[in-house]
């Protein structure tokens, strides 16, 4: 627990005991096998969204209050689902993007991932503390340990549906205004 907020990934309550137990009763679409059901999937939900973005000229002439935030770095990837799994682009992208900017894990006050499925952030998370993955995504760098007590503090896509087409933009409105805060500086979106 940090800043009187509960991790979302760590501990168990009643509440949540009982929901695994409804949630382990869903079935498979079609009679497929796996693990991906509705309990543990994204809604897609309707929406529409727009980032304006401006030069600092441009963003100046915005009134104080409105919530603004500057991207400083970027990285793409793309992998073989066959191979290195379904939604796992972000894996290796967010580790090279730190190395190449020397931040580590525990520099971001609030990570924003997004969760098609509740495995996903976890897995993304294994595979940032793994070596193994590590050295596999190129990085060598020193990155630390992974605060999952900063993730998704307002709840992910899981709790607030997958506006299917703008969910990048979603999270980063929601986490722009969450930036508002004095204390908050830097933030991870995957």
């Not at 800043?3 to 949630?23: D, V």
């Not at 401006?54 to 066959?82: H, N, Q």
């Not at 990048?168 to 004095?182: D, E, K, L, N």
Request: glycine content about 10%; some cysteine.
């Amino acid at each position: 627990m940090e800043s009187g907020r509960p991790s979302p990934l760590g501990g168990c309550s009643i509440c949540c005991c009982r929901r695994n137990k409804i949630l382990s009763q869903l079935r498979f679409r079609d009679g497929c096998s796996g693990t991906l059901t509705g309990g543990n999937a994204s809604e897609l939900t309707d929406g529409a969204a727009a980032i304006w973005g401006g030069s600092d000229v441009g963003l100046a002439r915005l009134l104080d209050e409105t919530p603004k935030a500057r991207l400083l770095d970027y990285e793409t990837s793309a992998v073989d689902a066959m191979t290195d799994g379904l939604l796992m682009a972000p894996a290796f992208a967010v580790p090279r993007l730190f190395q190449r900017n020397g931040i580590r894990f525990e520099d971001v006050q609030v990570w924003e991932i997004h969760e098609a499925f509740a495995a996903q952030v976890t897995f993304h998370i294994k595979a940032w503390t793994s070596q193994e993955f590590l050295n596999k995504a190129g990085v060598t760098a020193d990155l630390g340990m992974f605060p999952r007590q900063r993730v998704n503090l307002q709840g992910g896509s899981l709790a607030l549906g997958h506006p299917f087409g703008a969910t990048g933009a979603r999270i980063m409105s929601q986490i722009t205004h969450f930036m508002a805060v004095p204390s908050v500086c830097l933030i991870a979106l995957t």
